[in-house]
């Protein structure tokens, strides 16, 4: 039985969950997977690689097979992760991966970093549906500004959590909902059907992502971002 929400009807899949984009471990077996499930699969910035490549030609390069191998795998929609970093640096590696979902006319980008406004007209204008990742109700107040399509809330106990504030998934998920108008989806130690409920109740219009796999490095991961984090304030709004 499908799930009919208003991220279901953004996205034309048959159940509000996102498989979350994890780098090199998010390929397109994994995507196209999770797709033909019913959710929705994410390409990671490397999908797929063992060896990850500092030259953003070759990166797009893989990513486009990757996409290619995606779509030999399943007709469902799925989506590509944008780091959109503005550093000198990282750009060409963001200007590769919005090119990508651009010219690949991907069903969704999923945005992380940057701010919100550089990649979203470029990715509409392709027909791309544009999640924007937040870990603060602040940001995703400017994300709705710049015109996204969803906020992905991602709570501190998501792995590789790229917030400054320890603001859990479950204070951040009803925030978020009461700061915007948008589809929210709720990330950050979702990883069984227990789990997946409870953001759904404590705040209407959310969907799910999440990874529900490598526990053990997650819980590393969890562990350093706290010492990182130790004597932060965390804000409350
Ligand atoms: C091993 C690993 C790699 C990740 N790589 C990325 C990434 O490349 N891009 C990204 O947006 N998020 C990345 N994440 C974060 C996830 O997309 C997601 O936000 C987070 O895992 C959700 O919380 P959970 O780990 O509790 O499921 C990564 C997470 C893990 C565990």
Redesign the pocket.
């Known amino acids: 039985m499908a799930i009919n929400t208003r991220l279901t009807e953004l996205l034309g899949i048959k159940y509000p969950i996102i498989q979350?984009?994890?780098?090199?471990?998010?390929g397109a077996d994994l995507v196209a997977a999770v797709s033909n499930a019913g959710g929705l699969g994410?390409l990671?910035?490397?999908a797929g690689q063992k060896v990850p490549s500092l030259d953003p030609v070759e990166v797009k390069r893989r990513l486009v097979a990757q996409v290619h191998k995606v779509r030999g795998l399943t007709d469902k929609p799925f989506a590509i992760?944008i780091?959109a970093a503005t550093n000198p640096l990282y750009k060409p590696f963001a200007d590769a991966f919005m090119e990508t979902a651009v010219e690949e006319h991907v069903a969704a980008a999923?945005v992380?970093?940057g701010s919100p406004a550089l990649y979203t007209a470029k990715l509409h204008d392709a027909g791309v549906k544009v999640l924007h990742?937040v870990t603060r109700p602040e940001q995703a107040i400017k994300a709705e500004k710049a015109g996204v399509d969803g906020i992905?809330t991602?709570?501190f106990?998501?792995?590789?959590?790229?917030g400054t504030e320890d603001l859990t998934?479950m204070t951040l998920v009803p925030q978020v909902a009461k700061a915007v108008n948008l589809p929210v989806i709720a990330?950050?130690?979702?990883?069984d059907g227990r789990g997946l409920m409870e953001p759904s109740r404590s705040a209407l219009r959310v969907s799910i992502?999440?990874?529900?796999s490598?526990q053990h490095?997650?819980a590393t991961?969890?562990l350093n971002s706290r010492k990182r984090c130790s004597g932060l304030k965390v804000p409350v709004r």
């Open positions: 979350a984009p994890m780098n090199w471990i998010s994410t990671g910035p490397n992760n780091t999923i992380i970093m990742c992905v991602e709570g106990e998501g792995g590789g959590h790229l998934t990330g950050g130690g979702i990883a992502w999440g990874h529900a490598w490095w997650k991961l969890i």
